[in-house]
């Protein structure tokens, strides 16, 4: 005789109440003995003891005052949660920002060869400089910084812009106080929680302590009141910026340089989406006279050439940011970047210098060029039906407003009615509440599907 328990929890909002530990014990089968005289005597199987032994090593209390899980990964838990309860659903999924697109072949051919002539004695090589191989450096230089006052050795070649960002939290230490774009990448922040720059989370305004949550809204046209922003050390600062889509002007971004040199502070300048900006709107900060004492800026070709998997990035630090004491703030990196990093893939890096040639550069652009057709399409969908729509001119994200309506609630509607998964507002701060985040990253016969299901559910 075999006893079966099945547990039925219905699908939260909540991403705390998601993540909650269950108390459900599943048990393996149970044997009943049975007595001659054909009577069945159930027997109560002992609770087991808790014997699992533990460290005397104390939690990092840091990691512990994170809320829930990081933002993608619980996405991805719903999704297949969804998943098993829809079995045969097609999801379609307009989430998380990854790329579907392939590399293209003059890319990937130069990484295919660097491969192959590491089989061979005259083709292969060993560690690499941390800070990146030099023709990449200069290619990344001319590429996007000529005639801005860059030079190659200001460049660090990196796994990735995500990466980069803990490793100058790394740098800058625990005692600083960081300023944010509300709503913006999640990274930024749980970065500096980690760190040990916050205090708790307070729940009653969704923000943690001592950190300056700066409101981009429609109204201020996505771009805060500086005026309102109490001194801070670090300002993060992303341009186009995720989710939003919006991009700064070259006003704007003149005002944010002049507030961190009044105050002293530095601004780390997230340049990710730079190439899709169709418009005049600046491509690097670095375009902002004064910058190169005030800023320095990650940036990554994930977004550009399909690296989300690849990983290669780099971070740019003039020689003329220095600390209060006058040390350079890249001399910092350098050491950071030594003891803690090996440096990019020499097959990444060759797919890198690919990419800036005068083919990359072009396959480059038609990938951009796709991804903001569908972007159009995400746009047009949503206006014939009604809603406010932000982003999507410079930007592969739609910005979708719901007003009044819980972000997360709308995120699960969507997602039970046509098994499309986008991303809930409020995961990018409280400034996020209200709206959904619908990234253009997809086969067109996916966007297009995933539109007709829009409508269907908003007509």
């Known amino acids: 005789m075999s006893i079966t328990q099945s547990l039925s929890t219905p699908l939260s909002s909540s991403s705390s109440t998601f993540l909650a530990p269950s108390t459900f014990n599943p048990r393996s089968q149970v ?4 007595k001659s005289l054909g009577v069945c005597k159930c027997i109560a199987a002992p609770q087991e003891a808790d014997t699992a032994y533990k460290t005397k090593v104390s939690r990092n209390g840091n990691i512990a005052k994170l809320q829930a899980g990081y933002l993608f990964p619980e996405i991805a838990r719903r999704r297949n949660a969804h998943l098993l309860k829809y079995p045969d659903a097609k999801v379609i999924s307009l989430g998380i920002g990854d790329t579907t697109e392939p590399i293209p072949d003059a890319i990937t051919s130069a990484m295919s060869k660097r491969s192959h002539a590491l089989s061979t004695v005259e083709g292969y090589s060993g560690y690499g400089a941390e800070q990146g191989e030099k023709p990449l450096r200069s290619a990344i230089a001319s590429t996007f910084y000529r005639d801005l006052g860059i030079e190659d050795d200001d460049i660090f ?64 046209g996505f771009f805060p009141d500086l005026s309102s922003i109490s001194r801070p050390d670090i300002i993060f600062f992303c341009s186009p910026n995720n989710p939003t889509g919006a991009a700064a002007t070259r006003e704007q971004l003149t005002q944010l340089v002049k507030f961190a040199k009044d105050n002293g ?14 418009g005049d709107n600046p491509r690097s900060i670095f375009e902002i006279p004064g910058a190169k004492e005030v800023a320095l800026e ?26 209060s004491d006058g040390f350079p703030v890249a001399k910092d990196f350098n050491r ?44 047009e969908t ?36 046509t098994h499309v998964v986008t991303t809930p507002g409020s995961g990018f701060g ?30």
């Open 31 to 34: 044997t009943l003995p049975v």
């Open 157 to 220: 070649v990196s796994d990735g812009a995500k990466c980069d960002i803990s490793r100058l939290q790394i740098v800058f230490g625990s005692k600083i106080k960081m300023a944010v774009q509300d709503p913006s990448y999640p990274a930024y922040v749980d970065s500096s929680v980690i760190m040990g720059q916050t205090g708790y989370y307070q729940k009653d305004v969704e923000k943690f302590a001592n950190i300056e949550y700066m409101r981009c809204n429609p109204e201020n």
């Open 298 to 323: 990650v940036s990554s070709f994930s977004k550009y050439a399909g690296f989300t998997g690849v990983r290669l990035g780099w971070t740019v630090i003039p020689k003329q940011l220095l600390f």
């Open 382 to 417: 949503f206006d014939s039906l009604g809603f406010k729509v932000y982003g999507g001119k410079d930007a592969p994200y739609v910005w979708v407003h719901f007003p009044g309506r819980n972000s997360w609630d709308v995120f699960a509607e969507i997602l039970e009615k």
């Open 430 to 459: 409280p400034g996020g509440e209200g709206f959904v985040r619908v990234s253009a990253f997809g086969h067109r016969e996916n966007v297009l599907e995933a539109c007709r299901r829009f409508k269907e559910l908003y007509k």
């Open 336 to 379: 950071i970047v030594c003891t803690c990093f090996n440096g990019a893939s020499n097959i990444s890096q060759a797919g890198g210098l690919a990419c800036l040639s005068p083919d990359g550069l072009k396959a480059m652009q038609d990938v951009i060029g796709f991804y903001k057709e569908n972007t159009n399409i995400i746009v």
């Open 265 to 278: 502070s530095i601004i780390i300048y997230d340049s990710a989406y730079a190439m899709y900006i169709s």
